[in-house]
């Protein structure tokens, strides 16, 4: 099935550019930007750039860029924006034969691997574009904490603790998914006629890090990123402030070719 964000690109476009409380904004960009160190002139391969959100922001950083997306509306309101210097292809994550062997410094990969099934062949590719001991950095929703249908939030009244419950983590599953549920304000609407839903694939970290490593990558370095947000005042702000604090949204992990 297709994976990519292709039926939902203006709203997602509209999500991320009008909205100052998103997670990308307030929390995965300056992590990014941290962990990343951009130095003036290298040049980075944002995968799965969608509309050039974080591409744009390599880009004001200092860094030559190169966004790739599988969605042609997605690089076509990238393409939109400035600055035009940046260079935007339609492509799978797998296929970028209009790159050179040995010729990226960073390869960035942010909320995209989880929508990609051949993961394996992806990394390969990344191997084969990027130079040596040049890194790589995913981004991804917590696979230990976010399972697709398979986890939950709940709240114990007696001891007033909000918890997060986990049905299944080692079992690799794909799942489809609404993109934007919610949004819809009503059946007769145009965009309820679209069927706006993408397949989502669970892993555990196992699974990364063993095909990595097969590969001939390193992971050198792995954080856990929390939100951002706070609770309205209420009976339950102090309970679902700490979990916020505790179980973390984001998993980064920074990856080094090393052979």
């Known amino acids: 099935?297709?994976?990519?964000?292709?039926?939902?690109?203006?709203?997602?476009?509209?999500?991320?550019?009008?909205?100052?409380?998103?997670?990308?904004?307030?929390?995965?960009?300056?992590?990014?930007?941290?962990?990343?160190?951009?130095?003036?002139?290298?040049?980075?391969?944002?995968?799965?750039?969608g509309q050039g959100f974080f591409t744009r922001q390599f880009y004001e950083a200092g860094a030559k860029v190169i966004g790739v997306d599988l969605s042609p509306k997605m690089i076509k309101l990238a393409e939109q924006n400035l600055p035009k210097e940046i260079e935007y292809y339609v492509a799978p994550a797998h296929k970028l034969p209009f790159i050179k062997d040995g010729s990226i410094d960073v390869v960035t990969i942010i909320l995209g691997i989880q929508n990609i099934e051949n993961i394996s062949e992806v990394f390969k590719e990344v191997a084969r574009v990027l130079k040596k001991s040049g890194r790589m950095f995913i981004v991804m929703n917590h696979p230990a904490f976010r399972v697709l249908k398979k986890s939950s939030w709940g709240f114990d009244e007696n001891n007033k603790v909000q918890y997060r419950r986990v049905d299944e983590y080692l079992t690799e599953s794909k799942n489809k998914i609404e993109m934007r549920p919610g949004s819809k304000s009503s059946k007769s609407s145009e965009s309820s006629k679209v069927s706006e839903y993408t397949m989502s694939f669970h892993r555990p970290l196992q699974v990364y890090f063993k095909i990595l490593g097969k590969i001939g990558f390193g992971v050198t370095r792995l954080e856990e990123w929390i939100s951002h947000k706070k609770s309205q005042?209420?009976?339950?702000?102090?309970?679902e402030d700490k979990a916020r604090k505790e179980i973390p949204l984001f998993l980064f992990l920074e990856v080094i070719k090393i052979k």
């Open 233 to 239: 005042l209420g009976s339950r702000q102090k309970a």
């Open 1 to 49: 099935m297709d994976t990519s964000w292709e039926k939902s690109a203006d709203w997602y476009d509209s999500f991320l550019e009008g909205s100052e409380n998103t997670y990308q904004k307030n929390v995965i960009l300056p992590n990014l930007l941290r962990a990343i160190d951009i130095k003036k002139g290298q040049i980075i391969l944002d995968l799965t750039c």
